[in-house]
């Protein structure tokens, strides 16, 4: 059975996370060229953290 969502889940996200995380978010943390590397290897061999944030790790 498929989890099921609320519909204000993006909302309670958004409202756990502080000014600077919502800054962090917007920049990723892997580098253009060795991401871009990984890519060309094969894309989504591996997956890709985009915006992770330790203090929420447990949602």
């Known amino acids: 059975m498929p989890a099921q ?3 204000d889940t993006p909302e ?3 409202s756990l996370l502080t000014p600077d ?3 962090w978010l917007l920049d990723g943390d ?6 871009l590397a990984e890519m060309s290897a ?5 997956p890709s953290v985009m915006g992770a ?3 929420h ?3």
């Open 30 to 35: 892997e580098g253009c060229w060795p991401g």
């Open 57 to 59: 790790t447990t949602l």
């Open 53 to 55: 944030n330790s203090r």
């Open 42 to 46: 094969g894309y989504h061999l591996n």
């Open 12 to 14: 309670i996200l958004l």
């Open 5 to 7: 969502t609320r519909p």
């Open 21 to 23: 995380d919502k800054l």
